[in-house]
């Protein structure tokens, strides 16, 4: 062998490695015909009659994780582009937890136009080596799989690019293998939810799920994750917990769930439901040693939650005075926020001690804020006895302790601020609000503020282009002695971390709450353990960082300025807080 061809020889074997390394190297394997049946049709569907196909899609669906379902109008979209071109699309529900009756009415729902199957037994997810929901495989006319991997770029953990995605997978390799060319990007890292796939479970009787696993999750879990709340799986029983085993641990490990970003470090919060690192230990060895199920009569008694409503059941309830139609699509400088104005007909003040702004859509509500304003006066966003409450992704609703409310004068009217995001299916919106009064003045009125730079408002301000870590900040110094109830720091894709500090009149410091991963798809109200003395001449600063770089896979245009704006692609930097004056007492008339 001559020295020449040699190293060419060695190069070659260099670059097979790392082809293969980097997940370039082309998918050769060949997946053999079968037959699955498609429940909503009540019909087996046999792919080796799709021997004919230039291509076929299969795709591994859930009913229930999130990223999933946010792919569906994209799949729907790719079959009505490639299904007249020879290409044969199926979908495939390997989940343990979804029922062949679960699997046809979610396809019902969201009106998938090709066939979705039921993989009882995980069997043909095992021939694919599929394991999350979704999961797309790319097969020539032959079997042969071209393509692993994700739809596309838009969706992640923790991330949803606005507008479209900066690399279509599924769609190139569909396009490269019609051309007859070698699938260019064969390869793709996949988020979303595990399969739930039949394990082999063990009962050792050390860790059991009804002695151990249902208490963390009656007080971690279960406040989100049941019906008609966000959480998008019920955590309630064996099965179910089991079946979702995989996604459980991935989450816990990263410590994405449950979703807590207060640094531990500062404050104390009544709300807080993060794990302790002793129950995040108790579910990982639980998970790990076989699931092991325990005896029933250990099981606490099932936590209760209000039905409906999570505030209970209100004393009134007011809606939008007509539906608003939300298109399927987001059209050319976003959808305006829409106002809608609701007579209260109240003939005397009103004391609230609970509210909750509830949509009538949710997959389409982004946020709602119900302003109170009073008789006479003008709508003013920005007075802090003009918010009654909110609603975002995330966030709870107004619930006050005892001794505190909310006023609603006599006479006064309800203003919705609504802010709609499209999703790919037109719908129609008529949103609610539902409160419950207190039978008596309180102790105290609560007041809710938005601390916030008015250059940065009036655009005087702005974020530069391909920023990692720009700050801004606001602060608001009190007139009178207050106490702190609630925080709810606000911005929108780019924001990165936002941190609230008190300077005290002798100018000594303190932090308040850190938040030091932002996270935009889950806005959350902090709550005070026991309300936070500011004293008259303190200062509460705000202080916040955005990622205005290419680094953000959230951020729509890391090549443009930004300024303040109602659209999520622009920005906003507010420290929304509840507090009340020490000097005022409702009761007393003062």
């Given amino acids: 062998m001559n020295l020449r061809y040699a190293v060419l020889l060695l190069l070659a074997v260099v670059l097979g490695g790392l082809l293969l390394t980097r997940g370039w190297a082309e998918p050769s394997r060949k997946i053999d015909a079968f037959q699955l ?30 990223i999933n379902n946010d792919y569906l109008p994209e799949l729907t979209r790719l079959y009505e582009t490639y299904s007249g071109k020879g290409v044969k699309f199926l979908g495939i529900n390997a989940n343990r937890q979804d029922s062949a009756e679960r699997v046809a009415e979610h396809a019902r729902r969201h009106a998938i136009p090709f066939p979705v199957v039921k993989d009882q037994d995980n069997r043909i997810a095992d021939r694919f080596g599929a394991k999350r929901t979704p999961e797309a495989f790319l097969l020539d006319g032959s079997g042969v799989v071209r393509y692993q991997g994700r739809i596309d770029d838009q969706f992640g953990i923790n991330y949803r690019r606005p507008g479209k995605p900066t690399r279509r997978d599924l769609a190139e390799a569909i396009d490269e293998v019609l051309a007859g060319k070698a699938v260019s990007t064969p390869k793709t890292e996949v988020a979303g939810c595990f399969i739930g796939r039949i394990k082999e479970l063990r009962d050792d009787g050390k860790i059991t799920f009804t002695k151990h696993i249902v208490p963390i999750l009656q007080k971690n879990c279960q406040e989100c994750h049941r019906a008609g709340q966000i959480g998008p799986m019920e955590l309630f029983d064996y099965e179910s917990v089991v079946s979702w085993a995989d996604t459980i641990r991935e989450v816990i490990e990263e410590k994405r769930m449950p979703p807590w970003y207060a640094d531990p470090k500062h404050g104390e919060w009544a709300n807080d439901r993060s794990l302790s690192e002793e129950e995040r230990k108790t579910l990982l060895t639980w998970i790990d040693s076989g699931m092991s199920k325990g005896d029933p009569k250990d099981q606490p008694s099932p936590r209760k939650f209000p039905e409906g409503w999570q505030i209970g059941t209100p004393d009134l309830v007011l809606s939008m005075p007509r539906e608003f139609e939300v298109p399927a699509e987001t059209p050319k400088g976003g959808v305006p926020y829409q106002y809608f104005t609701v007579e209260t007909n109240f003939q005397e003040d009103r004391w609230v001690v609970a509210a909750e702004a509830r949509p009538g859509a949710p997959e389409v509500v982004h946020h709602i804020i119900i302003f109170i304003v009073p008789k006479g006066e003008r709508f ?58 207190a039978k008596e003045p309180p102790r105290y009125r609560v007041l809710t503020k938005p601390v916030l730079d008015q250059r940065f408002v009036t655009r005087l301000r702005s974020i530069p282009p391909g920023a990692e870590n720009h700050p801004l900040e606001a602060s ?64 509460l600063h705000c202080l916040a960082h955005f990622d205005n770089s290419g680094k953000n896979p959230n951020n729509p245009d890391p090549t443009k300025r930004v300024y303040w704006g109602d659209q999520t692609w622009e920005e906003m930097m507010i420290g929304w807080i509840d507090y009340y004056i020490d000097a005022e007492n409702p009761q007393k008339g003062s």
């Fill in 380 to 437: 003013r966003p920005d007075g802090p006895s003009n918010v009654l409450c909110g609603q975002a992704p995330g966030d709870m609703p107004l619930m006050l302790e005892p001794g505190l409310a909310k006023k609603v004068p006599a006479g006064a009217r309800l203003v919705f601020q609504m802010h709609y995001t499209p999703n790919g299916k037109a719908q129609k919106d008529r949103s609610s609000v539902g409160m419950i009064f």
């Fill in 476 to 539: 608001h110094t009190f007139k009178e002695d207050v106490h702190l109830i609630a925080f709810m720091p606000h911005m929108h894709l780019r924001g990165k971390d936002f941190r609230y500090d008190a300077i005290d009149p002798d100018g000594s410091r303190r932090t308040l709450l850190w938040i030091p991963r932002y996270n935009f798809n889950w806005q959350s109200v902090y709550r005070a353990k026991k309300p936070i003395p500011m004293p008259k001449g303190s200062t």
């Fill in 37 to 66: 049946t498609d429940p909503r049709e009540n019909q087996v569907v046999d792919t080796a009659k799709w021997k004919e196909s230039k291509a076929i899609v299969v795709l591994f669906l859930g009913t229930e994780c999130p």
